[in-house]
């Protein structure tokens, strides 16, 4: 990789070429980063300058679509970082109970607006459900093991609120995987033994096994493709929000302005999980950590 020569001019160029062409805007993401994507299509092409790459994007456009695969890192497994999920599950059983102990979490930040005193007022009144939004959701693993836990909650209790689950991404073909909901055995590496018999059919393709999840798993979630950079597409409140593994891909300057996005559709009170790599250190935005450990903020 290190014979490849960047030129900083060229390189803007091929960028807002490639912008163009795809409408997404490029510069929201980390130099490195997005040197690296381009860096190992070039390998790929057998082009070692950055200007020879642009040549190739004009006369060949159908490299574009293949730059945006290597483009968007789409790696997911159900139950990343299960303790994430565990740990969810935990705030929703302790909320059942009038005084509730949850080890790890910052109890100075719980208001009577928080998302725990929402799930308490569900038990109790039946009120609206929970509303949570998966962003980005790669090819689905990280909706559908929201839904997963949640059903066996409802399994388990019979009384969990109702909820919607939003998930969205910028890659159009990963969602179309996502809403097939076909898995090779590896995406299912986490998934906890009885999910799986319970939540999927297992049948075997030429490539090995395959597992296709649930119909009724499936229509719990609403797939929508858009570039979060650029906002929301639904005018929605959420009283939860998943953004894990995006950030790390964002620079600097830009990370604010994402930052904003979500906190803009995050309800009072709401809670902001990020990837186990991420914080929103020197943020200046209403967050507040909740639980270090698990990387929860609460929206004051
Ligand atoms: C590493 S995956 C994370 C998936 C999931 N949250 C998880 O933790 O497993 C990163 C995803 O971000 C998506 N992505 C990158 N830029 C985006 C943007 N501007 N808007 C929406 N999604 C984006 C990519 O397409 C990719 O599917």
Redesign the pocket.
């Known amino acids: 990789m290190e014979s490849i020569s960047f030129d900083p001019r060229s390189i803007n160029n091929l960028l807002d070429q490639l912008k163009n062409q795809t409408g997404?805007e490029f510069n929201?993401y980390r130099r490195n980063f997005l040197e690296r994507r381009i860096k190992s299509r070039m390998i790929r092409l057998g082009l070692n300058t950055d200007k020879s790459y642009l040549d190739y994007i004009l006369t060949n456009p159908q490299e574009i679509d293949l730059f945006l695969e290597r483009f968007?890192?789409?790696?997911?497994?159900f139950f990343?970082n299960i303790e994430i999920f565990n740990k969810l599950c935990e705030i929703i059983f302790a909320c059942k109970n009038e005084k509730f102990q949850i080890p790890s979490v910052n109890y100075e930040y719980i208001t009577d607006l928080s998302i725990f005193d929402k799930i308490r007022r569900s038990y109790a009144y039946k009120e609206s459900g929970l509303k949570i939004w998966?962003?980005?959701?790669?090819s689905g693993?990280?909706p559908y093991s929201l839904v997963m836990v949640l059903e066996q909650i409802k399994e388990e209790i019979g009384e969990f609120p109702n909820y919607e689950i939003t998930a969205?991404?910028?890659?159009k073909n990963?969602i179309k995987i996502a809403r097939t909901g076909i898995y090779g055995a590896e995406s299912l590496k986490e998934t906890p033994h009885n999910y799986i018999s319970t939540y999927f059919t297992k049948f075997d393709d030429r490539l090995g096994p395959k597992f296709l999840i649930n119909n009724d798993i499936k229509r719990k979630v609403e797939f929508i493709i858009?570039?979060?950079?650029r906002g929301h597409n639904k005018d929605q409140k959420y009283d939860i929000i998943?953004c894990?593994?995006?950030l790390i891909?964002i620079n600097r300057d830009f990370r604010e302005n994402l930052l904003r996005i979500i906190e803009n559709h995050l309800a009072p009170g709401g809670l902001l999980v990020l990837?186990k790599t991420e914080t929103l250190l020197n943020s200046k935005l209403s967050f507040k950590l909740l639980d270090g450990k698990n990387h929860f903020y609460i929206k004051m």
Do not use: K, M
Request: include cysteine; glycine fraction near 4%; charged fraction near 25%.
């Open positions: 997404i929201c968007t890192i789409n790696y997911s497994y990343r998966s962003c980005p959701c790669a693993e990280e969205s991404d910028i890659d990963i858009e570039d979060v950079t998943f894990r593994y995006l891909y990837g």
